[in-house]
């Protein structure tokens, strides 16, 4: 009996030092101290192997263990109703969470709009690598190794020998369209691309552009106007002029800029115009017959044209923002606005 006292005793201190923390420690000790095959029991079971005169003291240690064993799991009772208690009170009719619905970034906005413009005219998609060799960027394109208007191209080498480059155009695009050789060619090329800029406003390292190209026979300056003037009165509407410039690019001759009436003053001069009363839209013109003969295609049967926009400005046009930097900063203030835009 001496020895199952000590063992009782051990007991005692192993309940003194007992903290459940859940619901699920505290059923544990229930069932080592309290439940059918637990300790409890099994020393009551204990009390007939005792001597009589043993019997009452023996009897008496035991009570006290058991009202220990029990006061303790009373104590910490709160933890399993405090669990079921939790369940009980859920409000299933409360409304759940909502789900947050995202928002098209304005730049996916303007270039999907541009797309389908053009798809109406039978322009189909085009598109190739962002990492481009001096081929398909520069060379092809009559911008030779040493050409100056490579300087305002400036871009991020990935090996200078043999070039690899990120494309500064998606006029890459293009020039892989043309080798291919399957004419007539009426595509559109959507993309990304790179330039070695300084980021600011007005600037930044990468942006987006949309290029068309059309060549087939006979294609001339007037049906390049044409595709331009539908193209910027459906995506800008119908109040505004339009203007060509002329201009140089070393891959179109003739080259020109078209230009729109400012579409914030209405072309009586603001900070967006420059107090001009004008915004460049694009850069356009005839495909240079030695770009056509560079890409295998016959320069004296084939023409064609070519033009070039930048999806940012188009979206800071159309939607009048004016630092190009907020497109990239993924600033939800700022995204959110274009909630209802599709
Ligand atoms: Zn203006």
Same mark, same amino acid.
């Given at each position: 009996?001496?020895?199952?006292?000590?063992?009782?005793? *051990?007991?005692?201190?192993? !309940?003194? &030092?007992?903290?459940?923390?859940? &619901?699920?420690?505290?059923?544990?000790?229930? !069932?080592?101290?309290?439940?059918?095959?637990?300790?409890?029991?099994?020393?009551?079971?204990? @009390?007939?192997?005792?001597?009589?005169?043993?019997?009452?003291?023996?009897?008496?240690?035991?009570?006290?263990?058991?009202?220990?064993?029990?006061?303790?799991?009373?104590?910490?009772?709160?933890?399993?109703? %405090?669990? &079921?208690?939790? +369940?009980?009170?859920?409000?299933?009719?409360?409304?759940?969470?909502?789900?947050?619905?995202?928002?098209?970034?304005?730049?996916?906005?303007?270039?999907?709009?541009?797309?389908?413009?053009?798809?109406?005219?039978?322009?189909?998609?085009?598109?190739?690598?962002? !990492?481009?060799?001096?081929?398909?960027?520069?060379?092809? $394109?009559?911008?030779?190794?040493?050409?100056? &208007? /490579?300087? @305002?191209?400036?871009?991020? #080498?990935?090996?200078?020998?043999?070039?690899? $480059?990120? /494309?500064? =155009?998606?006029? +890459?695009?293009?020039?892989?369209?043309?080798?291919?050789?399957?004419?007539? !060619?009426?595509?559109?090329?959507?993309?990304?691309?790179?330039?070695?800029?300084?980021?600011?406003?007005?600037?930044?390292?990468?942006? =987006?552009?949309?290029?068309? $190209?059309?060549?087939?026979?006979?294609?001339?300056?007037?049906?390049?106007?044409?595709?331009?003037?539908?193209?910027?009165?459906?995506?800008?509407?119908?109040?505004?002029?339009?203007?060509?410039?002329?201009?140089?690019?070393?891959?179109?001759?003739?080259? *020109?800029? @078209?230009?729109?009436?400012?579409?914030?003053?209405? %072309?009586?001069?603001?900070?967006?115009?420059?107090?001009?009363?004008?915004?460049?839209? $694009? %850069?356009?013109?005839?495909?240079?017959?030695?770009?056509?003969?560079?890409? %295998?295609?016959?320069?004296?049967?084939?023409?064609?044209?070519?033009?070039? @926009?930048?999806?940012?400005?188009?979206?800071?046009?159309? #939607?009048?923002?004016?630092?190009?930097?907020?497109?990239?900063?993924?600033?939800?203030?700022?995204?959110?606005?274009?909630?209802? *835009?599709?």
């Amino acid at each position: 009996m001496e020895q199952i006292v000590q063992q009782i005793e *051990a007991y005692k201190q192993e !309940i003194a &030092a007992f903290q459940p923390k859940t &619901a699920e420690e505290l059923e544990q000790y229930r !069932i080592k101290f309290l439940g059918t095959k637990g300790l409890v029991k099994a020393l009551f079971g204990e @009390m007939k192997s005792v001597p009589n005169e043993q019997k009452k003291e023996f009897g008496q240690v035991l009570n006290s263990f058991k009202l220990l064993a029990e006061g303790r799991y009373e104590e910490f009772e709160h933890l399993k109703n %405090g669990a &079921a208690d939790a +369940s009980a009170h859920q409000d299933l009719t409360l409304p759940g969470e909502p789900h947050r619905l995202g928002t098209r970034h304005p730049i996916s906005i303007v270039r999907n709009k541009a797309i389908r413009i053009f798809e109406r005219l039978g322009f189909t998609i085009a598109e190739g690598p962002e !990492i481009e060799n001096d081929w398909h960027n520069f060379t092809a $394109l009559n911008l030779d190794e040493n050409h100056p &208007a /490579r300087d @305002m191209q400036d871009t991020f #080498y990935v090996h200078n020998n043999p070039d690899w $480059l990120l /494309r500064t =155009h998606t006029s +890459s695009v293009q020039v892989r369209v043309m080798e291919e050789g399957k004419l007539p !060619i009426r595509i559109i090329c959507p993309g990304r691309v790179y330039r070695n800029e300084t980021i600011s406003a007005r600037a930044h390292c990468f942006f =987006h552009q949309i290029e068309g $190209l059309y060549i087939a026979e006979n294609v001339s300056f007037a049906d390049l106007k044409q595709t331009l003037y539908y193209f910027v009165q459906e995506f800008f509407g119908e109040n505004f002029k339009v203007r060509f410039r002329p201009s140089f690019f070393p891959f179109t001759e003739p080259s *020109a800029e @078209m230009d729109i009436s400012c579409l914030i003053c209405g %072309g009586e001069g603001c900070n967006v115009c420059k107090h001009t009363g004008w915004v460049e839209i $694009l %850069g356009c013109g005839m495909v240079h017959p030695q770009v056509l003969e560079n890409c %295998g295609i016959d320069s004296k049967k084939y023409t064609g044209f070519a033009f070039g @926009m930048g999806i940012e400005r188009l979206t800071m046009l159309k #939607y009048q923002i004016k630092d190009l930097r907020l497109f990239s900063e993924n600033d939800l203030r700022f995204l959110k606005q274009f909630q209802g *835009a599709v």
